[in-house]
T-cell receptor, first 114, second 116 residues
Framework: GENVEQHPSTLSVQEGDSAVIKCTYS??????FPWYKQELGKRPQLIID?????GEKKDQRIAVTLNKTAKHFSLHITETQPEDSAVYFC?????????????FGTGTRLQVTL | GAVVSQHPSWVICKSGTSVKIECRSL??????MFWYRQFPKQSLMLMAT?????????EQGVEKDKFLINHASLTLSTLTVTSAHPEDSSFYIC????????????FGQGTRLTVV
């Protein structure tokens, strides 16, 4: 099955700096890669996703890049703000229908300091 | 976006008792729902895939007799933790996707189970 690795496990940045979180996946058939933000005790919230036919996607301060050959994808947050502090999870899935499973990375705890 | 609702949000039970958690898709029909368990400071681990009208598919290492899943309708899946023990204390979350080609998975708000 799919295996997703995520680094770093913790990341501390100063407000205004950029944050980068990296993930690798094992199943070359995976074609959908979402990123989730989870605050303590809350449900994961989708912040951005990318499909395998796209190399990069951007939404305001958040961007995701995908390298299919290397099976890497990364989350980039620019101009970080204290409210960006949370745990971020990457995930991968073979998008064959509503029964296809998401495999999550191990998570990155992002701390944005003033 | 689609809405998935989970109930209860938190529950405390005595060791040896059973607890039922409900997951509902409020504005779409879900033939498949997923149940995850999340221990503190860890990732979401898929426990099982709940299939409407048929048996759930459990991930390796998850005891199907301990974690009973019932998906009796297209909008409701239930997870029952039977004979709960303190090590079952965790955050349980369900998710589902609407059958409209949307890639995003929608999550319930989660249930914090504490077994004392």
């Amino acid at each position: 099955g799919e295996n997703v690795e995520q680094h770093p496990s913790t990341l501390s940045v100063q407000e205004g700096d950029s944050a980068v979180i990296k993930c690798t996946y094992s199943d070359s058939a995976s074609n959908y890669f979402p990123w989730y933000k989870q605050e303590l005790g809350k449900r994961p919230q989708l912040i951005i996703d990318i499909r395998s036919n796209v190399g990069e996607k951007k939404d305001q301060r958040i961007a995701v890049t995908l390298n299919k050959t290397a099976k890497h994808f990364s989350l980039h947050i620019t101009e970080t703000q204290p409210e960006d502090s949370a745990v971020y999870f990457c995930a991968a899935r073979l998008n064959t229908g509503t029964a296809s499973k998401l495999t999550f990375g191990t998570g990155t705890r992002l701390q944005v300091t003033l | 976006g689609a809405v998935v609702s989970q109930h209860p949000s938190w529950v405390i039970c005595k060791s040896g008792t059973s607890v039922k958690i409900e997951c509902r898709s409020l504005d779409f029909q879900a033939t498949t729902m997923f149940w995850y368990r999340q221990f503190p400071k860890q990732s979401l681990m898929l426990m099982a895939t709940s299939n409407e009208g048929s048996k759930a598919t459990y991930e390796q290492g998850v005891e199907k007799d301990k974690f009973l899943i019932n998906h009796a309708s297209l909008t409701l899946s239930t997870l029952t933790v039977t004979s709960a023990h303190p090590e079952d204390s965790s955050f349980y979350i369900c998710s589902a996707r609407p059958p409209t080609g949307i890639a995003e998975a929608f999550f319930g708000q989660g249930t914090r189970l504490t077994v004392v």
